[in-house]
């Protein structure tokens, strides 16, 4: 009886765990499915709406597969391993290509679409007015998707539907007392937020007429103007204003004779413009060498200050004779919890000259921050401050690891504390971190909060506005791709692609090193 009572009990032990796996296999198989069928249900009616069947048979033939995949008991190892690739192409795969392939294009501002889209912006944008022309009491509708119109002639009061393919009039349409129309058959009529929501939507509807197009003139008033630029497909150019823009592919604007292009382009492949821009162009390329020195010194400077003040610190609580180490551990963690864009919001105004605390705990007037040496001390000691105990952390995990035997055995054979720790536990930890310390270095190679809520990139010299003192690539490059001039994609996906470039090769370097120092400590 004995007997059969601990058969059954180790049964049991030995059943739990299968039960568990069992339990959490049916679990995510349901998440999976549930998700699955979600997407299915929300995207499916946009694309019939649309008519995109390509697309739509894509996205069933995907929804059936993975059905049939976690409906059936074959293929175990797929049924893992397929989530862990949707999300490594989704996240990974999928943003590197894409900014690879957009840093060959001029996608950005003024070429956002292809070339039909880029004629019609210009000639609905150059409309203007004619004198005498009917002006209309503007309401604004949906008919299904699509944004329509609803016009009342003042004088005669006829209600007319306003689309892109024409103005019909319009029966059974009832009209206020303010001469907008309030309800419509088959059309749902905006209010005044809901019409300000889609207020470009209503810049760019025009409706055309045999005099010309009809445009919005806000959201209560459209009238009828002429287009003053017009596209002549027999030359592919636009004509108007005494003037003729010629199409240039190459480029994909429409150019004059004196070099001049409208602002309206479209998008094309540019080659390797992008790329030849960053080393060619005096603005950008002038600059480039010294934000880059800089950029490496606040990357290194950042990574062994947080190692060498966080390995200090962990070592002094990992000593033996040390008490209170949890009260320690719990104040030194306080930056790491602290929220990291407002702490460098905060240290942004104890840097100010004029009611920062550090000058007037100082009692001194320092610009901390409005000269480029004091600026770029500033913003190191910040980030190693915030970065620290992250450090800390790692490197007490790292040392409890490593066996007090090894450090006594080296005090045996006469070694003092500090050969000990440079010969043992350096190496020791070194192998353990270093690839921690690498991904520390790609983050602050690319850390744009740290700079941009801090110093915002300055100071500015005079000549130079468009690079300060303390200007990483990374702001840099924001500043120059999405400044003053427009978004331009294109040129920073080419220049993330140089940063890529650079942090990559850095990194295999380190990683070769650490190859090799795994191996002479193995």
Known sequence: MALDVRQ???AGVRQRPRREITTAFVVSRIAVLAVAAAILLYAAPPLVAAGSWVALGLLCAVSAAIAYLYLTRRFIPAKYLIPGTVFLI???????????????????????????????????????????????????????????????????????????????????????????????????????????????EITALAVPTDDGVIKANGLSRAVE????????????????????????????????????????????????????????????????????????????????GCFGLGMGVALALHHPR???????????????????????????????????????????????????????????????????PYMFLVTTGALQAIPRELTEAASIDGATPFKAFRRVTLPLLLVALTPLLISAFAYNFNNYNAIALTTDGGPFPADSPQVGGTDLLITYTFRLAFGAGGAQFGFAAAISVFIFAIVAVISAVAFRRTRKQEEIYA
Not at 108 to 127: L, M, P
Not at 133 to 152: D, H, I, K, N, Q
Not at 226 to 240: E, F, I, S, T
Not at 274 to 287: D, E, K, M
């Open 322 to 388: 040390m008490r209170g180490t949890r009260i320690y551990r719990i104040v030194l963690i306080l930056p790491y919890a602290m929220p990291a864009f407002a702490m460098l919001l905060v240290w942004r105004d104890m840097f100010n000259r004029d009611f920062g605390l550090i000058n007037q705990l100082l009692g001194a007037e320092i610009d901390w921050l409005g000269q480029t040496g004091t600026a770029r001390l500033g913003v190191l000691l910040v980030n190693i401050w915030l970065g620290f």
């Open 8 to 10: 059954a009990a180790s």
């Open 225 to 304: 103007g002429k287009a003053a630029l017009v596209y002549d497909a027999a030359c592919d150019c636009v004509r108007g204003n005494g003037d003729t823009w010629t199409a240039d592919e190459s480029q994909g604007y429409f150019v004059n004779a004196r070099g001049q292009h409208l602002a309206q382009g479209w998008q094309v492949n540019v080659g390797l413009d992008n790329f030849a821009r960053v080393l060619t162009n005096p603005t950008i390329s002038g600059y480039f060498a010294g934000v880059l020195g800089w950029n490496l010194v606040f990357a290194l400077a950042s990574v062994l």
């Open 90 to 200: 989704a996240f990974q795969v999928f943003p590197v290509v894409y900014t690879l392939t957009t840093a060959f294009t001029n996608f950005g501002d003024g070429h956002r679409g292809d070339k039909a889209a880029a004629v019609t912006a210009i000639e609905t944008g150059s409309v203007r007015q004619a004198p005498g022309s009917p002006e209309y009491t503007l309401s604004v509708a949906t008919r299904g998707e699509e944004l329509v119109f609803l016009l009342v002639d003042p004088a005669t009061k006829q209600v007319s539907l306003g689309t892109a393919d024409g103005l019909t009039p319009l029966d059974g349409a009832r009209v206020g007392v303010t001469g907008k129309v309030l309800a419509a058959p088959g059309l749902t009529v905006l209010k005044a937020p809901e019409a300000a929501a889609r207020g470009q």
